[in-house]
C-alpha cells in the first residue's frame, strides 16, 4: 500500500513537471519568437529541446504508472495463489478425514489452524460458509468415526463451501464469461448428489 501511494505521489511530480515544462515552454516561446527573429534557425532550436523535455517527462510518467499497475497485478497473483492453497489444504485435509473414516484429536486440532488460515484469506461469504460446514461437521464426526451417512452429511456440507470457495476464486472470471452462479451451484450439488448415490 506504500509503495503504491510513493508511486502516486510520484506520478502526480511528473504530472506537474509536464505541466510548468508545457506552459513555461508556450511563454518562453512567445518570448523568444520576438528576440530571435534575428537568429537563424533559434526558434526551431528551441521549439526542438521543449519538445524533446516534454516527451521524456511524458515518457517517464508512463513507465511509472506501467510499474505500479504491474506491481498490482502481482500482489494479486500472489494473494490468490495463497489463497488457492489454503483452500487446496482444507479440502484434502477433509478427504484424508473421510477416507480414513475417522478423526483423531490431531484431526481436530490440524482443521483449527486451517480454520485460523482461512480467516486470513477467504471472503466473509466463505467464513459464514466454513461456520456451516463445522457445524455439520462435528456433529457428524461426534463420536470420532465416519458412517455413510456421516460420509453424506460432511460432503453435502463441503458442496455448499466448494460452491463459496469457487466464487471467490473465479466468481469474477465467470460473471466476465456469462457463466451464472446458480447454475454452477446447482451443477455442483447436482454432482454431489451423483457421486454420494455411487458411494
Known amino acids: 500500500m506504500t509503495k503504491s501511494k510513493s508511486l502516486s505521489g ?11 515544462t508545457v506552459i513555461g515552454g508556450y511563454f518562453f516561446l512567445r518570448y523568444a519568437y520576438h528576440i530571435s527573429d534575428s537568429i537563424p534557425f533559434a526558434q526551431e532550436i528551441i521549439l526542438i529541446v521543449l519538445g ?30 495463497l489463497k488457492s492453497d489454503v483452500y487446496m489444504d482444507l ?4 478427504e484424508n478425514v473421510l ?13 483449527q489452524f486451517l480454520g485460523h488460515r482461512l480467516a486470513l484469506v477467504a471472503s466473509p461469504a466463505i467464513l459464514v460458509e466454513f461456520e456451516r460446514f463445522l457445524t455439520s461437521y462435528n456433529k457428524a ?20 463451501l466448494s460452491i463459496q470457495i469457487r466464487q471467490d476464486l473465479i466468481g469474477d472470471q ?26
Open 52 to 81: 524533446t523535455v516534454a516527451t521524456i517527462l511524458i515518457t517517464a510518467l508512463l513507465l511509472n504508472k506501467q510499474t505500479e499497475v504491474e506491481l498490482q497485478k502481482e500482489q494479486q497473483i500472489r494473494f490468490l495463489e
Open 141 to 160: 464426526l461426534a463420536d470420532q468415526s465416519v458412517s455413510a451417512s456421516d460420509n453424506d452429511i460432511i460432503n453435502r456440507s463441503l458442496a455448499e
Open 91 to 94: 479440502l484434502n485435509h477433509i
Open 10 to 20: 510520484q506520478s502526480l511530480v511528473y504530472l506537474a513537471l509536464t505541466a510548468l
Open 174 to 199: 465467470d460473471e466476465f464469461n456469462g457463466v451464472v452462479a446458480r447454475d454452477v451451484a446447482k451443477q455442483v450439488r447436482n454432482n454431489t448428489e451423483a457421486a454420494l448415490g455411487n458411494t
Open 99 to 111: 477416507l480414513e473414516r475417522s478423526a483423531s484429536r490431531a484431526d481436530g486440532v490440524r482443521l
